[in-house]
């Protein structure tokens, strides 16, 4: 059984920075993908970032040159670095683990997720 556990959100104003971390428990950076979504009130689940066992990354058009995944094998997390930041990043942030990365990230390529951090960017 995979648990996810993010925190780093927090308010911040336009051009500032976050960093975003999951902790994962139950799960081995041996296989798989990780990855890093958005839920913007009223809107579906986007997918931002990916990372898969090899290290290979993966970014959704919108955040490429801003946003940098990152993980620390050896504590087991992932994190999502979130710089230049503007007021349509805010959302709640989660993290997921699921089999294979693909892209363009979809919520049906991820099996597990954590509860969410809430990242609010002012103007």
């Known amino acids: 059984q995979v648990h996810l556990m993010e925190s780093g959100g927090g308010s911040v104003q336009a051009g500032g920075s976050l960093r975003l971390s999951c902790v994962a428990s139950?799960?081995?950076?041996?296989?798989?993908?990780m990855g890093w979504f958005r839920q913007a009130a009223g809107e579906e689940r986007e997918g931002l970032a990916a990372m898969n066992s090899g290290g290979r990354t993966f970014y959704t058009e919108s955040v490429m040159g801003r946003f940098t995944i990152s993980r620390d094998n050896a504590k087991t997390t992932l994190y999502l670095q979130m710089n230049s930041l503007k007021p349509e990043d805010t959302g709640m942030y989660y993290c997921?683990?699921?089999?294979?990365?693909?892209?363009?990230?979809?919520?049906?390529?991820?099996?597990?997720w954590g509860q969410g951090t809430q990242v609010t960017v002012s103007s």
């Open positions: 997921a683990a699921g089999p294979l990365c693909m892209s363009p990230m979809r919520e049906r390529h991820f099996t597990s």
């Open positions: 139950g799960y081995t950076y041996t296989s798989g993908c």
